[in-house]
C-alpha cells in the first residue's frame, strides 16, 4: 500500500514533515498529516459555516442527547431527531439550504480518496462534529448513504482523539487508533461498513482550536 501511493512532495515542500500512509485494516488507510498544511484554510471555513448553520447537539431517535454538536455543509446534510436518522437538503433548526461545501474541502476530500485509490469520488455531503473534552461517540455503522460503494473521507483538526475501528459486526473487537491534527482517513470496499466510534476525549490544548476537536467527514449521500 504504502509504495503503490504517490503523495506529490511539492505540495509538501518546507518545513513541514511530509505526509506518510498507514493501513489500519482492509481498506481504511490513515494519510497522516495529509491536511496539515490547510488547517488554517479549513478552520476559517468550518467557523463560517457555523455562522450560517450552527453547530447543535442533536437528539438521537431513542431520546438521548449527542455529546458531540455538529453541523453540515453541501448538497446534504446528516441529522438525527425523535423521527430518526436521515439526510435532508436544509438545515431543520433553519429550514435554509445546508451553506455550500467550500473547494477546499471538496478538493481536500477528491484527493485524498484518489491517493487512497478511489476515482470518481464526488461528495455531495460533509457532516462536521465538534467533540469538547467528554464528548464521544459510541461504536456505530454508517448506513444512511445510498452507494456502499464509494468511500468515506474523514478530516481531523484540533486535539487529538481516540478512534475505534472494529469490523462488520458489533462484537468484533475494535482497534484504537489515535487520530491528530490534519490527520485524514480514507474508508471504502471491505472496511466501508465497519462499527467505529471515538472515545470520550480527553483535555488537550491544540494552537488553532484551543480545547477543540472537529473532524470532516465527507460522503456520497445520493
Ligand atoms: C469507518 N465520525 O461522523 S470519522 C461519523 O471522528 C463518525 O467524528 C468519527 O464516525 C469522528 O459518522 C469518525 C471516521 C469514520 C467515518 C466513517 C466510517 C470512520 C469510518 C465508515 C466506515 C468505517
Ligand atoms: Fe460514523
Request: charged share 20%.
Amino acid at each position: 500500500m504504502k509504495n503503490s501511493l504517490s503523495i506529490t512532495p511539492d505540495l509538501f515542500a518546507g518545513d513541514l514533515p511530509a505526509p506518510w500512509v498507514e493501513p489500519i485494516v482492509d481498506d481504511a488507510v490513515v494519510l497522516r498529516h495529509f491536511a496539515l498544511e490547510q488547517e488554517e484554510v479549513l478552520l476559517a471555513a468550518i467557523v463560517s459555516i457555523a455562522a450560517q448553520a450552527p453547530f447543535r447537539n442533536m437528539q438521537t431517535p431513542g431520546g438521548h442527547t449527542m455529546s458531540v454538536a455538529m453541523t453540515c455543509c453541501g448538497e446534504w446534510g446528516w441529522v438525527t431527531d425523535s423521527s430518526g436518522y436521515r439526510y435532508q437538503s436544509t438545515d431543520p433548526d433553519s429550514g435554509l439550504p445546508w451553506p455550500a461545501m467550500p473547494k477546499v474541502f471538496r478538493d481536500l476530500a477528491v484527493g485524498a480518496a484518489t491517493e487512497a485509490g478511489y476515482r470518481g469520488f464526488e461528495p455531495d455531503a460533509c457532516l462536521i462534529n465538534r467533540y469538547r473534552p467528554g464528548a464521544k461517540m459510541g461504536l456505530h455503522q454508517d448506513k444512511d448513504e445510498k452507494d456502499f460503494s464509494q468511500p468515506i473521507v474523514s478530516v481531523s483538526l484540533g486535539i487529538p482523539a481516540t478512534f475505534q475501528l472494529g469490523g462488520a459486526r458489533r462484537r468484533d473487537r475494535p482497534v484504537n487508533t489515535t487520530l491528530t491534527s490534519g490527520d485524514v482517513v480514507v474508508w471504502g470496499q471491505s472496511a466501508r461498513m465497519n462499527y467505529h466510534g471515538v472515545l470520550r476525549l480527553k483535555s488537550g490544548q491544540h494552537p488553532l482550536t484551543g480545547d477543540l476537536r472537529y473532524n470532516l467527514t465527507f460522503r456520497r449521500a445520493r
